[in-house]
């Protein structure tokens, strides 16, 4: 076999093959174009800076209280303070 037919436009190794989850992928890149995202990543980008400053500056690392009464209070006194 020549060099040139292992390595021409119909060789096995030349093919691109798509993943799996690929067209989950596209959906999510579809969805990042549309202007409701960008309002959501908007909003979410404040809400996720205010958990950044519960965690980094009052100290709030992991929660001690458990179950969701327990959080929520624990919540509660953090951006009290």
């Known amino acids: ?15 691109i093959t798509r993943e799996e989850h690929e067209e989950a992928r596209d959906v999510a890149r579809a969805i990042c174009k549309t202007s409701r995202y960008k309002v959501s990543a908007k909003l979410r ?3 996720e800076m205010l958990f950044a400053h519960l965690k980094w500056i ?13 959080v929520n209070d624990e919540f509660l006194l953090a951006a009290t303070a």
């Open 58 to 70: 009052l100290g709030l690392e992991r929660l001690r209280l458990r179950g969701p009464c327990g």
């Open 45 to 47: 980008k404040k809400f």
């Open 1 to 15: 076999m020549s060099v040139k037919t292992q390595i021409g436009p119909k060789a096995e190794c030349r093919k």
